[in-house]
């Protein structure tokens, strides 16, 4: 078959971008992929991609490309509704409600189209009218197919395929650093700024143990700016974006995530692929989706006083070595789910059965 992945960026160090690499790399050792990104605003994608797939853009971004349309979305989307009806593809799977929202509308009909879906059931408005059209839609969770499934009621079929780790071996923590990890974009949703506030108490516990935030983003300043108002210059490193982030959970003895939302969750996914234990808030649609508590990591209530409860949650495990392998060991098992094969093998027969 030929697949095509289309994505709003192959350029960028999201989940949703690391996930697809894994999985279209998995499929390429049988069939013919491609990943389409709408837009290009570097020179080479942040993650290495299998050299077996192709990777191709709409519309070019980078600073100093002429074109001859004005920059603009209605460009990008002029351009996009041209390479979709141009498409030559077996199976089309499209990476946000936009893009499906596109391709039901202007992909050629003998295509096979699925939406990969992550996030929540937006408003239905485009949804509701343009999704009939495909032939499938296929979310990363149970919960998220449930959503998808109420809100698309007598539409396409919703399939769940987890999110795939890449192909093994993995890197595998040796639990020994007294190291706090925490990976992902910085920006407000992840709430950063609550991890660096109960850092702060285990911190004057534990002034011997360290923590490492890999990652870049728009809320750097405020961090560093928190960093120097908690005093935390010794115990907090801004680590910098990284590829390897697998490479770098396996150096940690913990990962804590304090986001207000994990649809996406392949952070905690790659760190309880590493064996290492995760600490996040228990909330609708977070972590909670992949970590059970007390198997594989801990989970903390949110609300009030929950910047110490969180602190709470570190410190029980730096102080119980034999606890933190214990999830350790939980998290390795756990991602046996997550093994990229077995996941190509579902979405082949998702693709070949709604041909």
């Not at 960028?12 to 499929?27: C, F, H, K, Q, T």
């Not at 516990?205 to 010794?234: A, F, I, M, Q, T």
Request: hydrophobic share 45%.
């Amino acid at each position: 078959m030929k697949i095509c992945f289309a994505v709003p960026t192959a350029y960028g160090m999201r989940g949703d971008v690391r996930s697809v690499v894994n999985l279209a790399a998995e499929l390429a050792e049988r069939h013919e992929v491609e990943i389409l990104s709408v837009k290009r605003h570097r020179e080479k994608p942040f993650f290495a991609i299998d050299p077996r797939v192709k990777v191709r853009w709409v519309v070019d971004v980078r600073p100093g490309v002429r074109h001859l349309l004005p920059r603009g979305q209605m460009r990008t989307e002029v351009a996009l509704w041209r390479r979709l009806r141009a498409l030559r593809a077996d199976v089309l799977v499209t990476t946000r409600p936009g893009l499906s929202v596109q391709a039901a509308r202007h992909a050629p009909r003998e295509i096979v189209r699925l939406a990969r879906e992550w996030g929540r059931a937006p408003v239905p408005g485009p949804i509701k009218r343009f999704y009939p059209r495909l032939d499938g839609v296929v979310a990363a969770t149970e919960t998220g197919r449930e959503e998808w499934s109420r809100l698309l009621d007598g539409g396409p079929p919703v399939h769940v395929v987890p999110d795939a780790l890449p192909a093994g071996p993995w890197p595998r923590s040796r639990m020994d650093n007294r190291i706090v990890a925490a990976g992902g974009r910085w920006v407000p949703a992840k709430a950063y700024d609550r991890l660096l506030r109960a850092f702060a108490i285990v911190a004057d516990k534990r002034p011997d143990w360290r923590l490492r935030l890999y990652g870049g983003g728009s809320e750097e300043r405020r961090l560093r700016d928190l960093v120097s108002e908690l005093h935390l210059h010794n115990h907090v490193y801004f680590m910098g974006t990284t590829p390897d982030l697998t490479g770098e959970f396996a150096k940690a003895s913990i990962v804590a995530v304090t986001s207000r939302s994990e649809v996406l969750g392949m952070s905690v996914i790659e760190a309880l692929g590493c064996g290492v234990p995760v600490v996040g808030f228990d909330h609708p649609r977070g972590v909670g989706e992949f970590v059970r508590h007390g198997v594989n990591g801990l989970l903390v209530p949110e609300g009030e006083g929950e910047v110490e409860a969180f602190a709470t949650a570190l410190l029980s495990l730096i102080d119980d070595e034999r606890r933190r392998r214990a999830l350790a060991a939980g998290a390795r098992d756990s991602v046996a789910g997550h093994a990229v094969a077995p996941a190509a093998e579902r979405w082949e027969k998702l693709m070949t059965s709604a041909r």
